[in-house]
């Protein structure tokens, strides 16, 4: 069972990730073409049994949000098959400072806010706060998640890109349970492999992945969710300029499974995760409605993929034999 499940939270196995609707990353008006791609992809998800979807705060500048709002406020029937989940707590360059994290009272509840009303909706299923601030002052972060939650706004909270200490400290002052990590995990990003592989072992120092941090999410029901899943593309159809010895024998690889199988290379990118014992949940950034189509295999592939297939997928893709 899902972690999420077991926080009564019934989600889809997948995610559709928003971050690639809503135009360019600038301050120009949505235009009609956006909202048309936004509505296209969300119906191809819905088509295919996936009801979560990822968004934050500044994907595109509030634009993936507000596209996303726009199909909401023509079709509210839509909300109540829908998990929406959103990211709060990272900010842009401005006039006061660079880019930055800010997990703040004040930032959290006006950026709620802001999602709220660009989503047309009346609240979140999922708060995650986007990246470690180190400026945390977790009694002060706890406060926000506290009012965000009596006042109805946002029903669930969790976080991104955060190790088990980070998780632990926040975790300290909350009354709730934090349920969503997310972070960066796919078959090109083997780092969350590789650090439990390399315990005791002098190569594992340039890994990055925190330690211990895939169990203690285990041990602790918070649901992983992996963000890049689809590997940009890279072994699934995408034309990338130069591609090393190790990334093509991984992409024939997949080729060939997904031919054996009568499946998509999407559906082998994906399986291989979500074979893992974790019960990652992939968060899939393709706006391509055909591809989100094609991601909903990888839940059988994930239920058939042997470990020899999964070893040689990870083996490939590391480009060198495990210790
Ligand atoms: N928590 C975090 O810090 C964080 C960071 C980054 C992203 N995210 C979330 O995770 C989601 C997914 O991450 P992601 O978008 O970085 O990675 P991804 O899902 O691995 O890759 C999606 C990108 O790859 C392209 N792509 C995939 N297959 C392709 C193919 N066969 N041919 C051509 N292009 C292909 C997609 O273009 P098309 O649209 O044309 O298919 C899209 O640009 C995002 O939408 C966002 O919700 C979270």
Known sequence: MMPLEKRGISSSRLILGCMGYGGDWDNSPLTKEDIRKTEAGVEAALASDITMFDHADIYRMGKAEEAFGTILASNPQLREKMVIQSKCGIR???SSAP?????????????VDGTLKRLSAEYLDVLLLHRPDPLMDAFETAEAISELKKSGKVRHFGVSNMNPGQVQ???????????????????????????????????GSEVSFA????????????????????????????KFPELSESEMKTLQLVEQLAAEKNTSREG???????????????????????????????????????????????VSSRGRNLP
Not at 170 to 199: C, F, H, I, R, T
Not at 216 to 232: D, E, F, K, P, R
Not at 296 to 301: F, K, N, P, R, Y
Request: aromatic share 10%.
């Open 211 to 238: 330690a211990g941090l895939l169990e203690y999410c285990m041990l602790h029901h918070i649901q992983l969710q992996a963000w890049g899943s689809l590997a940009n593309g890279k072994f699934s159809g995408r």
């Open 92 to 94: 842009f360059a401005d």
């Open 169 to 203: 400290l926040l975790q300290s002052a909350l009354d709730e349970p934090l349920v969503v990590n997310q972070l960066e995990m796919s078959l090109d990003k083997l780092d969350w492999v590789d650090q439990g592989v390399y315990v005791n072992h002098a190569d």
């Open 99 to 111: 880019g930055r994290y800010d997990f703040s009272k004040n930032h959290i509840l006006s950026s």
């Open 268 to 314: 082998i990118v994906l399986g291989w995760l979500m074979r893992h014992p974790a019960n990652i949940q992939p968060v899939i950034g393709t706006t391509s409605p055909e591809r989100i189509k094609n991601c909903q295999d990888a839940i059988q592939v994930a239920q058939e993929m042997t470990r020899e297939e999964w070893y040689s997928l990870y």
